[in-house]
């Protein structure tokens, strides 16, 4: 049974920055690529980042790159986002996700992902 905890969401003021962080366990981290999502009050889940099992392929949404930074610890069983210059648009709640089999590509269809986290709120203030 793969667990998957995120932490680090909090308030912010436009311009700031915050860095999520998911814990996994119960799985093998370093085989499966891994993602985060968003989703925000009245709007469907959307693809934010994801990062290959290796680390070596990264994916973003148009509207946070440059901005946002997907990386992972595979020693530490953990996935992070590091998101800078926040914009209002940018509330959400942020979940992270782990791909359904291993050694996978990064992929940003949510119907790729076959475990979630219970997701994290984010809060951009203007």
């Known amino acids: 049974q793969v667990q998957l905890v995120e932490s680090g969401g909090g308030t912010v003021q436009a311009g700031g920055s915050l860095r999520l962080s998911c814990a996994a366990s119960?799985?093998?981290?370093?085989?499966?690529?891994m993602g985060w999502f968003r989703q925000a009050p009245g709007k469907d889940r959307e693809f934010v980042a994801a990062?290959?099992?290796?680390?070596?392929?990264?994916a973003y949404a148009d509207s946070v790159k440059g901005r946002f930074t997907i990386s992972r610890d595979n020693t530490k069983n953990t996935l992070y986002l590091q998101m800078n210059n926040l914009k209002p648009d940018d509330t959400a709640v942020y979940y992270c996700?782990?791909?359904?089999?291993?050694?996978?590509?990064?992929?940003?269809?949510?119907?790729?992902?076959?475990?979630w986290g219970q997701g994290t709120q984010v809060t951009v203030s203007s």
């Open positions: 990062i290959m099992w290796s680390g070596g392929n990264r």
């Open positions: 996700a782990m791909r359904s089999s291993p050694y996978g590509s990064t992929i940003r269809y949510t119907s790729d992902y076959g475990d």
């Open positions: 119960g799985r093998a981290f370093s085989r499966y690529s």
